[in-house]
C-alpha cells in the first residue's frame, strides 16, 4: 500500500507520546500538558483541514496504526462505529468525564494536568481492546475529538470523488477507519468527520478519481 510522502515517519516519531504521557503522568502528571498542547493543535487545524490531525499527527492514532497493528485480528469493524448516534454518545460520556476532572481539580496546575493523562489512558485502553479484536485504528471512528474536528471543520479540505470513481472498493481497503469514498460518488465528496485526510485513498486510487478540495467545499 502507498502512503503519502513522509506521513509514516511523522507517526512512528510521535507514537512514544502514548506510553509516554500513560505511564510517565501517573508518576508526573505535568505530562498531561502534552496532550493539552496537542489539543490545542487540533483544534486550530481543524478549522483550515478538518481531521487532518487524525491522519498525520494524533500519537494515539499513530500508536494503533504502527505499533498496534502488528497484533490486530484486523477485522471489519462493526456498524455501529460509525453510527452517529453512537458516536455522540461516546462524545458526551467522556467530555462529561472530562469536565467533571476539570471541575473538581478547582485550578490545581497538577490535578489538571492529571485529568488529562487520565482521558489519555482511558483512550488509549479503548484504542488498543478495539484495535485487537477488529481494525488497529477502530477507536478513531468513534474518538470524540476526531468527531469534534469533523464538525469544526465541516467544509474543510473535504474528499472529493471525481466522476472517474469506478467504486472498485480500494478506497475502503486502505483507509484506516473504513471509510468508502466510491459509495458516495453520486455526492461528490465524503462527510467531514468519516474523512481523516490521511490520503492513503488518494495515492491508491486507480483512476485518480480522488483528491482534497483546496477550500471550502460548497456542495
Not at 67 to 79: H, N, T, V, Y
Not at 118 to 139: D, E, H, N, V
Not at 171 to 196: F, H, L, Q, Y
Amino acid at each position: 500500500m502507498k502512503e503519502k510522502k513522509n506521513r509514516k515517519y511523522w507517526q512512528i516519531g510521535l507514537a512514544p507520546l502514548v506510553p509516554l504521557v500513560v505511564i510517565g503522568g501517573y508518576f508526573w502528571p505535568y505530562l498531561g500538558y502534552i496532550a493539552i498542547a496537542m489539543l490545542l493543535f487540533m483544534l486550530i487545524l481543524s478549522l483550515f483541514r478538518g481531521r487532518y490531525y487524525c491522519g498525520w499527527f494524533c500519537a494515539m492514532g499513530s500508536f494503533h496504526e504502527r505499533l498496534l497493528a502488528l497484533f490486530s485480528r484486523k477485522k471489519k469493524m462493526l456498524p455501529v462505529f460509525k453510527a452517529p448516534w453512537f458516536r455522540w454518545l461516546i462524545f458526551v460520556l467522556m467530555m462529561g468525564l472530562l469536565l467533571s476532572r476539570l471541575i473538581l481539580a478547582d485550578g490545581d496546575p497538577k490535578k489538571i494536568g492529571a485529568a488529562f493523562v487520565m482521558m489519555w489512558t482511558i483512550s488509549t485502553g479503548m484504542g488498543i481492546w478495539l484495535g485487537l479484536l477488529w481494525k488497529p485504528r477502530s477507536w478513531c471512528s468513534i474518538c470524540p475529538m476526531g468527531l469534534f474536528q469533523g464538525f469544526l471543520g465541516l467544509r474543510a479540505y473535504r474528499l472529493q470523488v471525481g466522476d472517474g470513481c469506478r467504486e472498485c472498493g480500494l478506497c475502503e481497503k486502505v483507509c484506516p477507519i473504513e471509510t468508502n469514498p466510491g459509495s458516495m460518488r453520486s455526492i461528490g465528496n465524503v462527510r467531514s468527520a468519516d474523512c481523516m485526510r490521511c490520503g492513503n485513498c488518494v495515492v491508491n486510487c486507480p483512476t485518480k478519481a480522488l483528491s482534497f478540495a483546496k477550500g471550502a467545499d460548497s456542495r
